[in-house]
């Protein structure tokens, strides 16, 4: 099993290192919503000149969703206490984002409520907002699934994930290697990822465990559950997970 195990690590550093590479070359509320619903219209007739199948999608939704995203962009500011940016700019930067990451402006703005909810603002929330929709298009994930996901890498303090394009690049490898869907792994992390970083436990170490125990059947929430209890009683042992260390000549130190 553990040399299994350490085949895996192995094939995710390589996976990780060339996905980081290919990663590397990418890269105030309104005063109403009437007016916000004016500004959206006007935006995305400027969008459907861009492409016909996505332009003529967006205008056809902005007939029946416009209000309803105008009031997912207003919870950014009511909800997630986003005050430093202004939603009309952030509102017109979503609508361009989605004719060109498939994704439409309600789940755009779904995500970035979650983004934002994390601390992010500005171009950074944007940023992590088009690499959350390209994520999900690879892996065709939901996207906000996939959003919390990301952020739940990137937010656990893992010695191995300090960035975006990290975080990115450890999930596709860990999908790529193991029995899962990118669905599957994004609805699992918050389930091991906290624990992992509480301990000092690598992504890499942890998506090496799920690649190999998917591998194997468990399902991938199955697995998370497995792993995170492994690791609080390797932390901290009962008198039987001790006695089992023991027998591995390991200590919980």
Known sequence: ????????????????????????????????????????????????????????????????????????????????????????????????????????????????????????????????????????????????????GLIAMMRAGVPDVKNETEAIAMLNAIVGSGNMTMGDLVGSLSKFMPAAGTFGVSAQSMGAAMDFMTSQGYGSAQAATALRMTIALMAAPTKASAGILADLGLTAT
Request: charged fraction near 10%; proline fraction near 1%.
């Open 1 to 148: 099993m553990s040399d299994a195990i350490g085949d895996l690590y192995v094939n995710l550093t390589a996976n990780t290192s060339s996905f980081v590479g290919q990663m590397a070359g990418a890269t105030a509320a309104s005063k109403d919503l009437e007016t916000q619903s004016s500004n959206t219209s006007k935006m995305l007739l400027g969008i459907g000149t861009a492409g016909a199948a996505a332009g003529a999608a967006l205008v056809a939704w902005a007939v029946v969703g416009a209000d309803t995203f105008n009031q997912k962009m207003t919870l950014i500011r009511t909800q997630a206490n986003d005050t430093t940016d202004n939603l009309n700019t952030m509102s017109q930067a979503v609508l361009a984002m989605a004719g060109s990451v498939g994704q439409t402006p309600d789940a755009l703005a779904e995500a970035l409520y979650h983004i934002t909810s994390a601390g992010f603002t500005g171009a950074d929330a944007l940023n992590l907002l088009k690499s959350s929709a390209d994520l999900a298009d690879v892996g065709q994930s939901n996207l906000t699934d996939t959003t919390n």
